[in-house]
């Protein structure tokens, strides 16, 4: 059966938030990020997009292409907030549904044609969108998850885009191979180093000779040139999670060694989201007593994968729980609610001294071991295992 598959991306993701909640912004170029000259762009409007600035950019570069540009410094709160609301109107009406980020869903529609029209289905969920939240979305349809999203791309900003099957190459030749998933910037010289510009001229180009330039990947992105991609749509649950305990072989009321263990837990697991390029939208702590009685507290919270973040909530949740002072003799830490997404929280500080200590961390455990960078309030991690 051929598969019908939507992708769905909100607009301008936190500047459509910024414009909510200040219509004044509307029409106007807006920069949301570090208001310092040492911060980062997070995400800016179409508007300044004319001017050259784009995401991820200095913010003193930002300046210098558009003064004229309001700076907002963002509130990942709220938008995780309006995120949630966007999927609960998918999870209202969608068969099966992916949220891959922050702003971005899949839905597999396959077999609804029998009982509706998919684009006429997808139209009204969009505009259900649209009147519940407020917040422009585009979407694409098509046969799979990277024809998909590629329309979704070419129907923004606020537009709808399908593409039938028999139309799907004819549909990607002309466009440049920058907008297939996974060609990087690396991937994209490459490319075009060998005259490679065009999808279309991509896709005529031997596979073989295309795996000796990218490698293994440049298999997976001849295939999506030519409109061939079978990954599926993972259902989304609010129980996607990973999670890690710690039981003691000893029964304990050590607050010092409990909030050790706790602080290596949140270590590990927060190391374990960023590698996958992850992000938990909810904290669960448990704690097990020597009576065996078990108890838990969650909490929602921002989008995130940092530890000084995540470690402050689990902490106060286990203050909250662990009010009977009793032997421990075990205590655990969930993260669930997991998105896709790289950390954004650091393009809102006023300077990237955060985002650059988290990535060298990070890059020393790859190179050296997980064990290798260790917060001085941890304990040796050896016991403590990532559950997935």
Same mark, same amino acid.
């Given at each position: 059966?051929?598969? +019908?598959?939507?992708?769905?991306?909100?607009?301008?993701?936190?500047?459509?938030?910024?414009?909510?909640?200040?219509?004044?912004? #509307?029409?106007?170029?807006?920069?949301?990020?570090? +208001?310092?000259?040492?911060?980062?762009?997070?995400?800016?409007?179409?508007?300044?997009?004319?001017?050259?600035?784009?995401?991820?950019?200095?913010?003193?570069?930002?300046?210098?292409?558009?003064?004229?540009?309001?700076?907002? $410094?963002?509130?990942?709160?709220?938008?995780?907030?309006?995120?949630?609301?966007?999927?609960?109107?998918?999870?209202?009406?969608?068969?099966?549904?992916?949220?891959?980020?922050?702003?971005?869903?899949?839905?597999?529609?396959?077999?609804?044609? $029998?009982?509706?029209?998919?684009?006429?289905?997808?139209?009204?969920?969009?505009?259900?969108?649209?009147?519940?939240?407020?917040?422009?979305?585009?979407?694409?349809?098509?046969?799979?998850?990277?024809?998909? %999203?590629?329309?979704?791309?070419?129907?923004?900003?606020?537009?709808?885009?399908?593409?039938?099957?028999?139309?799907?190459?004819?549909?990607?030749?002309?466009?440049?191979?920058?907008?297939?998933?996974?060609?990087?910037?690396?991937?994209?010289?490459?490319?075009?180093?060998?005259?490679?510009?065009?999808?279309?001229?991509?896709?005529?180009?031997?596979?073989?000779?295309?795996?000796?330039?990218?490698?293994?990947?440049?298999?997976?992105?001849?295939?999506?040139?030519?409109?061939?991609?079978?990954?599926?749509?993972?259902?989304?649950?609010?129980? %996607?999670?990973?999670?890690?305990?710690?039981?003691?072989?000893?029964?304990?009321?050590?607050?010092?060694?409990?909030?050790?263990?706790?602080?290596?837990?949140?270590?590990?697991?927060?190391? #374990?989201?960023?590698?996958?390029? %992850?992000?938990?939208?909810?904290?669960?702590?448990?704690?097990?007593?020597?009576?065996?009685?078990?108890?838990?507290?969650?909490?929602?919270?921002?989008?995130?994968? !940092?530890?000084?973040?995540?470690?402050?909530?689990?902490?106060?949740?286990?203050?909250?729980?662990?009010?009977?002072?009793?032997?421990?003799?075990?205590?655990?830490?969930?993260?669930?609610?997991?998105?896709?997404?790289?950390?954004?929280?650091?393009? !809102?500080?006023?300077?990237? #001294?955060?985002?650059?200590?988290?990535?060298?961390?990070?890059?020393?455990?790859?190179?050296?071991?997980?064990?290798?960078?260790?917060?001085?309030?941890?304990?040796?991690?050896?016991?403590?295992?990532?559950?997935?």
């Amino acid at each position: 059966m051929e598969r +019908t598959i939507v992708h769905m991306d909100l607009d301008t993701f936190f500047v459509s938030v910024e414009r909510l909640i200040n219509p004044s912004l #509307e029409g106007k170029p807006v920069i949301i990020g570090g +208001t310092s000259d040492r911060g980062v762009v997070a995400s800016c409007s179409y508007e300044a997009r004319r001017f050259g600035v784009h995401s991820a950019m200095p913010m003193r570069m930002a300046k210098q292409l558009c003064s004229q540009a309001v700076y907002v $410094r963002g509130d990942m709160e709220l938008y995780t907030r309006y995120s949630r609301l966007v999927t609960d109107v998918i999870a209202e009406s969608a068969p099966v549904y992916e949220k891959t980020s922050v702003d971005e869903h899949y839905l597999d529609l396959t077999g609804m044609d $029998r009982f509706f029209g998919c684009y006429k289905w997808t139209h009204e969920l969009r505009q259900r969108i649209i009147k519940h939240t407020g917040l422009p979305i585009s979407f694409g349809l098509s046969a799979n998850k990277t024809v998909s %999203k590629i329309a979704t791309g070419q129907a923004k900003p606020n537009g709808e885009l399908q593409v039938l099957s028999t139309q799907v190459n004819s549909f990607l030749d002309p466009l440049s191979i920058r907008k297939i998933p996974m060609v990087g910037e690396v991937g994209y010289r490459l490319l075009r180093s060998m005259g490679v510009a065009t999808i279309g001229t991509l896709r005529l180009v031997p596979p073989v000779m295309i795996e000796q330039v990218l490698g293994k990947n440049g298999i997976v992105i001849w295939r999506k040139a030519n409109g061939i991609d079978p990954t599926p749509v993972k259902p989304y649950t609010e129980q %996607k999670s990973i999670s890690s305990e710690h039981t003691y072989e000893q029964d304990t009321t050590d607050i010092m060694q409990l909030r050790q263990t706790i602080s290596a837990i949140v270590e590990k697991l927060a190391f #374990e989201m960023r590698s996958k390029e %992850k992000l938990t939208g909810c904290v669960t702590v448990k704690i097990r007593y020597a009576n065996f009685d078990t108890h838990s507290q969650q909490k929602q919270i921002p989008y995130t994968a !940092f530890d000084h973040i995540l470690l402050d909530t689990v902490l106060g949740l286990f203050g909250k729980l662990y009010n009977r002072r009793m032997l421990i003799r075990l205590v655990g830490v969930r993260f669930s609610h997991l998105v896709g997404g790289s950390q954004q929280l650091n393009m !809102f500080e006023d300077t990237p #001294e955060i985002a650059n200590l988290y990535q060298t961390m990070d890059s020393i455990r790859r190179r050296f071991g997980k064990d290798a960078v260790v917060r001085a309030g941890g304990i040796s991690s050896e016991k403590i295992k990532v559950k997935r």
